[in-house]
Nanobody, 127 residues
């Protein structure tokens, strides 16, 4: 089992940047594929980015490709989401999520795939 705690959210102007962090507990973090999923007010949760446990494979939703970068440091049990050129429509609660994976090349792009979730961190992008 793994517990996840997000941080780094806040208020930023349109076009600005934020870097989210997700600290994980548990000795087997390095065997969990990780993802960032966001939920805007009044909308369903939306997949944003994923990374395999080996960190060698990443995947992005089309809406964030080229602007967001997911990464992880298994020595620190932490996954990151660097967000650049933020838009007001990206105001949302950003959740970190995890799912165990046998292969270091596996990642998950469907929010329903994930077994463990953090409490979320609020990102507000002002126009």
């Amino acid at each position: 089992q793994v517990q996840l705690v997000e941080s780094g959210g806040g208020l930023v102007q349109a076009g600005g940047s934020l870097k989210l962090s997700c600290a994980a507990s548990g000795r087997t973090f390095s065997r969990y594929a990780m993802g960032w999923i966001r939920q805007a007010p009044g909308k369903e949760r939306e997949f944003a980015a994923a990374v395999s446990w080996s960190a060698g494979w990443t995947y992005y939703a089309d809406s964030v490709k080229g602007r967001f970068t997911i990464s992880r440091d298994n020595t620190k049990n932490t996954v990151y989401l660097q967000m650049n050129s933020l838009k007001p429509a990206e105001t949302a609660v950003y959740y970190c999520a995890a799912k165990s994976a046998y292969s270091g090349s596996t990642y998950y792009t469907n929010r329903y795939d994930y077994d463990y979730w953090g409490q979320g961190t609020q990102v507000t992008v002002s126009s």
